[in-house]
Each structure stands twice: as structure tokens, then as C-alpha cells.
């Protein structure tokens, strides 16, 4: 059973082996979302992830006979790396089950810390179902990353941190996967001071907490996509969905679009990096989805900064368009001389920037004297694009 008791042991435990992070006050982020914003950087924790307090406290807490036999996890990156860790540290066997699609980054830095990792095809669900098959198998203890009360426990350590560094907090805002994270926050919150609202953020693509909890009962879901590949969980846990049930306040969604939107404005406006699954929670008070915030002191959990730079730069086009940073338009147009210098030049009048031009032949059915014009351009926001959009349909240029 969880208890306060536990979690303040935890937070002795891991008192030398993780960081207590800071959490950071954005003026620009406040001005943003109508609230004032506090981060709670756990993407600048050891292993760039909050999974390390709840994987280390869990093997700490191993017997003897235990540790000698080793352990196995199953993660899709973040969980794979406290687990390494914590093993390392306390001079154990690892092996590690990651769905084949983890990012690269995740998979090198997990085998970084000694452990053996074994890619298994499909999501997490099937790298979980393998763990437990090797956990019959071979002996290990399985260290599960959410399920657990030591886990739930040691991830419980957040909350004591943040009601300590903020303690006129309204509301807490924290990323949900298989629960694990927000179950262990909520209880510490609501166990100290009930009037704070922990609210969770799961991705649209993939609701399986937010689900069960409207159904009152743990839901499968069949499959489940999402960029936010930290939370890429098909069915919450039995312990988390009964401390969600009980401690939780809500919990909302959010879209790629929106948590790509949120990684953008935390790099330009804090100069930070964070993972999807990290950024969901500012995603969530971005686009208004926490009830009754505006004007009250909101923390968002920001979990976690392991984010694949190979995919960063498709995320940061995607925030692009998503906070109207960038446009594309096409054109319908009659094909002859000065078409592309006219609307390139309302376009520059208007103060935006060309990046990338399509000129295109008109295909059968439409006109023989017709073309398409595809453009990309670089934008303020989207009162600028809707002026450029404005001159151009002044101008007698049909858009499509």
C-alpha cells in the first residue's frame, strides 16, 4: 500500500542519486495561456526523465536473492534508462524490452548504462508482454513502470518537490501514460493539501487512462499513435487506474499538432528541450483544455527531454504550422507570363517570405490555359496569413 510514509522514504533513498529539478516561472508562456506557468524541469533529471526515481527506489528496494538474479524492464526509452541505471549502480543484470519503432537516441543511451536491450515488434504493450515471458523464463525480477507501488512511490518523491518549492500551487498539471507519474503526484498533493487540483494529459492518439476513467473500468484500446511516444500506452494500470480514480481531478487530451506547437514555444520562448510525452502538459494549458485556470499559478510537469533529434526537426515543422509560423497556399491560376512575379509580390508587401515554390500544369477537366501554384512561406502568425490570403483574393488570384 502506498503511503506518505514510503514516499518520504523514497525521497531519502534517491536524495544522492537524482536531482531535485527546478521549477521555472515563464513570463512569456504566462502571457501566452492566460495563467501564470511554472515548469517543473524533471527533462533535466538523470537520464533526462523522471523514470529514474521510480525505477531506482523500486530496485533499492530488491532483496539479496533478487538482485542477484537480475532484473528486466520493458520501456519505450525513459523507463529502459532509469532501470539501466539503477542497475549499474547497484551492480545487477539488466535486460531491457523496447518496442522496435523507440527512437535510436532512447536505444543507444539505455545500452549506454550496461543493460542488454531486446527489441520486440509493436508498442510498448507487446515489449511488456515479452519482459513478462523472460521474467518466467529466466528468473528476473520485472520492474514495471508504472504498476507498482514502489515505482508509484518513488515518482511520488515530484509532488513532495513541488508542493515544497511552490506552495501556493493552484493546479498541477502532469503527464499520463500508464499512470504510474500522475498517481504517485496526485497522492502526495491531495495527501498534503486536498485544495490543489492535479489534472492529467494524455495524447489524443492514444487515451487509455482518460478512457477507463469515464468508463469506470480499465479499458484495452486496440491500437495506438502518437508522437508523444513516452505515453504510447494501450491500457492503464490496476493500481493507477484506482489512484486516478481516487486522487486525480480530470484528465484531458491533446493533439500532435498541439503538443508539436508546445515543443516549439517551449524551445523559442525558454530555450528548452522536452520530448512529446514531456511536453503534453503544456500543450494542455496552451489550448485551454484545464478547466478554470486563467489567472491562477499552474505548474506543468514537464517530464521528460529525451526527444530523437532525427524527429525534431519534422515536430518543429509541425509546431511551424500549428502556431501559424508557416503557411502553404495553392493557387489556381492562368498560365502566362507574370503570374509568379505578382503574387510573389503581395506576398513580399505583406511581409512574408517565400521558402518554397510548386508550379504545376493543369490536369484533365480543368482549363487548357490553367496552372496550380503551390506555395510554402514563412509567417508571423495567423492574422498575417489571413492578410496575405485577403490581398491575394483582392488581387483577383483564386486560392483553393
Known sequence: MLTLDKVYHASYVLKDVVRETDIIHSPVLSEMSGCEVYLKTENLQVTGSFKVRGAYYKISQLSEQEKKCGVVACSAGNHAQGVALASKKFGIKSIICMPDGAPISKVEATKSYGAEVVLVPGVYDDAHNYAEKLKEEKGYTFIHPFDDTDVIAGQATIGLEIINQLKDVDVIVVPVGGGGLISGVAFAIKSLNPSIRVYGVQSAGAPSMQKSLK????????SVSTIADGIAVKEPGVDTFNYCSHYVDGIVTVTDEQVSAAILALIEKQKMIAEGAGAVSLAAVMYEKIPDIKGKKV???????????????RVINRGLLMSGRTARETLELVDKPGQLVAVSKIIAD?????????????????DINGCYLRIQMETRDFDHIKLIEDSLKAAGFKLL
Request: aromatic share 0%; with cysteine; net charge negative.
Open 215 to 222: 468508463e469506470g473500468k480499465i479499458i484495452t484500446l486496440p
Open 350 to 366: 505583406c511581409g512574408g517570405n517565400v521558402t518554397s515554390v510548386l508550379h504545376e500544369r493543369s490536369d484533365e477537366g480543368s
Open 299 to 313: 505548474c506543468c510537469l514537464i517530464s521528460g527531454g529525451n526527444i530523437d533529434v532525427t524527429i525534431l526537426s
